[in-house]
């Protein structure tokens, strides 16, 4: 009896369980939270604090993601080493690349490569991101197609209108131009017309011919503050700051409240 008993409760929660999906960063989980709900569990590899060009998953990250069913990729630097070692200790992991169909734009005015990877802090890009996973959802549980297509419309809807905020917020800012630490709002700037000027030059501190030339243009733009992320170092915006007589603002591009996020940064940029 007994026996049977745990045989029954082992095979209803085969057939119960929810199916778990794996994301690389968490404005991801908070996409598939709103397209799916409580019909899948999601695992966030990259946590705020933790830089996506450098990460490496923990041992109990890794015995998460053999479980997985799907890992949705977001062409974050981290993946290149790591998704083909999740994709070797789990054979039925399916992989889908969300960053395939999107133009990616260079990192900086003197890059000439286009690899900019910071693809989500954009409304468009997040339109191809949301219909990209919704398609992935739907084909590992397609009995949940019509709960995902309707999510997937409301989520749309939702960008449309923090569109319409962030052009009505951002349409009158002066100065465009604005000082980041790590440029991670590159696709941000593009589709309201603003210029970020960073810092970090190539994903390094500058030397101190650099620095001169991005004070230089602080000064020429007369931006008002700087930005920085909690994922790098302060040292040198502090410096910054101090030498300009602008504030230090902090900004992360991995908040999972992706919107919200957007709608503070544009917020912060107008000086409210
Ligand atoms: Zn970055």
Do not use: C
Not at 83 to 112: G, R
Not at 175 to 187: A, D, K, N, V
Not at 231 to 249: P, T
């Amino acid at each position: 009896m007994k026996l049977i008993i745990t045989i029954l409760i082992f095979i209803t929660s085969v057939i119960y369980a929810k199916a778990s999906i794996a994301v690389s960063i968490p404005p991801q989980k908070y996409i598939i939270d709103t397209i799916a709900k409580d019909l899948v569990n999601t695992i966030v590899v990259v946590k705020p604090g933790n830089s996506p060009h450098t990460y490496e998953p923990k041992p109990s990250q890794m015995v998460a993601l053999s479980k997985a069913k799907l890992y949705l990729a977001i062409g974050v630097e981290f993946e290149n080493a790591w998704l083909p070692k999740f994709a070797e200790q789990n054979s039925n992991l399916k992989i889908v690349h969300l960053d395939k169909n999107i133009t990616k734009q260079s990192i900086s005015h003197n890059s000439k490569v286009k690899n900019d990877p910071h693809i989500w802090l954009s409304i468009s890009n997040l339109k191809t991101i949301a219909k990209q996973s919704a398609d992935a959802l739907i084909s590992i549980d397609s009995a949940n197609k019509e709960q995902y297509s309707k999510n997937l419309n409301i989520f749309l809807e939702e960008l449309e209108k923090t569109n319409a905020k962030l052009k009505e917020i951002l349409s009158g800012i002066s100065p465009r131009e604005f000082l980041i630490f790590h440029p991670s709002w590159g696709y941000f700037a593009k589709e309201y017309n603003l210029k970020q000027i960073p810092i970090e030059i190539d994903g390094k501190e500058p030397s101190p011919k650099e620095l001169v030339a991005v004070l230089k243009l602080a000064k020429k733009y007369k931006v008002k503050a700087i930005f920085t992320q909690p994922e790098f170092s302060q040292k040198h915006a502090n410096l910054i700051a101090k030498e300009l007589n602008i504030r230090v603002k902090k900004v992360s591009p991995l908040k999972e409240r992706v919107l919200d996020n957007m709608l503070e940064f544009a917020n912060t940029l107008k000086g409210k």
